[in-house]
C-alpha cells in the first residue's frame, strides 16, 4: 500500500477482548477483518434473559457488576479463549464449568456464548484512541490516565498533535502499516464503565465526570474496516 496521505502517528498498543465485558489481552500483532481484530469479543457472557453482559442495561445488554475482574485472552495456536477469575483459576470458554465458576461467583445464571447473529461490540468493529487525547485527560484529572480504562482496540502515538485532533477526523481514513485500512466514524460515547475497576486497573471517580465538563461525553472514535490484513505495534499510520 502506498503511504498516501498525512501521517499522524504509530500504533502504540493493540488489544483485544476475547470474552466482552472482561479484562482484555494486549497484543503485538493482530489480523484485522471485517468484525475487527481477531478474536474480539467472540465470546460473550449471557443472562438468563437472553441478554449480554456487560457495564450497562440497553435493549441488547445487561448490567454484570464486577465481569471486568475476570480476564480473557487466547493464544496462538489455541482452539479458543481461556477465561481466568480474579483468583487465578482458568476455564476454557467452551467448558460448561466455565459458565457454571460465572454463575457461582456473581449468584446468578450466567452462560458463555460464542456470536451468532446478534453482535458483541457495542457499536462498531473497532475503537481507536490517540495519545494526545489520553495526556489532554490527565492534565484535567492531574494524574496519568490508564489507557486500558477506555477499552480501545487501537491506541495511536500521536506525537505532537493536540488533545482531540481526531474530533475532526470524522468520515475519513486512516492507513496502518502496509494493509489495512479503516473507516472513521463518531466519537465513541462513554459510559460508567470507564470508572469501573477492571483487572488490574483500580476504580476512578472522575473520569466521565470530567469528560462530560470539558468534551461532551464522547472519548476517540468508532472505526470500522474498509480494507483487513496484518496490524503491529509500531507500524505507521497515516490520515487521509
Known amino acids: 500500500m502506498p503511504h498516501d496521505g498525512t501521517p499522524i502517528g504509530t500504533v502504540q498498543s493493540l488489544y483485544r477482548y476475547p470474552v466482552k465485558s472482561t479484562?482484555?489481552?494486549?497484543?503485538?500483532?493482530?489480523?484485522?477483518?471485517?468484525?475487527?481484530?481477531?478474536?474480539?469479543?467472540?465470546?460473550?457472557?449471557?443472562?438468563?434473559?437472553?441478554?449480554?453482559?456487560?457495564?450497562?442495561?440497553?435493549?441488547?445488554?445487561?448490567?454484570?457488576p464486577g465481569l471486568m475482574q475476570w480476564t480473557s485472552r487466547i493464544d496462538d495456536g489455541a482452539?479458543?479463549?481461556?477465561?481466568?477469575?480474579?483468583?487465578?483459576?482458568?476455564?476454557r470458554v467452551g467448558d460448561p464449568a466455565a459458565s457454571r465458576a460465572l454463575s457461582e461467583a456473581f449468584g446468578r445464571l450466567l452462560e458463555l456464548r460464542p456470536e451468532t447473529t446478534v453482535q458483541h461490540h457495542d457499536e462498531t468493529p473497532l475503537h481507536v484512541l490517540t495519545t494526545s487525547s489520553l495526556?489532554?485527560?490527565?492534565?484535567?484529572?492531574?494524574?496519568?490516565?490508564?489507557?486500558?480504562?477506555?477499552?480501545?482496540?487501537?491506541?495511536?502515538?500521536?506525537?505532537?498533535?493536540?488533545?482531540?485532533?481526531e474530533d475532526g477526523w470524522t468520515g475519513a481514513e486512516l492507513a496502518l502499516g502496509d494493509e489495512v485500512v479503516l473507516r472513521l466514524g463518531p466519537g465513541?460515547?462513554?459510559?460508567?464503565?470507564?470508572?469501573?475497576?477492571?483487572?488490574?486497573?483500580?476504580a476512578a471517580g472522575r473520569t466521565l465526570k470530567l469528560l462530560g465538563l470539558?468534551?461532551?461525553?464522547?472519548?476517540?472514535?468508532?472505526a470500522y474496516v474498509q480494507q483487513g490484513g496484518m496490524l503491529r505495534v509500531g507500524d505507521a499510520v497515516f490520515l487521509r
Open 188 to 202: 465513541m460515547p462513554r459510559c460508567v464503565m470507564i470508572d469501573q475497576p477492571q483487572a488490574p486497573v483500580p
Open 79 to 91: 482452539a479458543g479463549p481461556t477465561l481466568e477469575s480474579p483468583q487465578g483459576q482458568r476455564f
Open 135 to 165: 495526556a489532554a485527560l490527565g492534565n484535567l484529572s492531574g494524574s496519568v490516565v490508564d489507557e486500558r480504562r477506555f477499552r480501545a482496540n487501537i491506541v495511536i502515538d500521536t506525537q505532537a498533535l493536540p488533545a482531540f485532533a
Open 23 to 64: 479484562a482484555g489481552q494486549a497484543v503485538v500483532y493482530s489480523a484485522v477483518t471485517a468484525r475487527g481484530l481477531r478474536h474480539d469479543r467472540g465470546w460473550a457472557v449471557y443472562t438468563d434473559d437472553g441478554g449480554i453482559a456487560s457495564g450497562k442495561r440497553t435493549q441488547r445488554f445487561r448490567p454484570v
Open 214 to 222: 470539558h468534551h461532551g461525553t464522547e472519548f476517540g472514535l468508532q
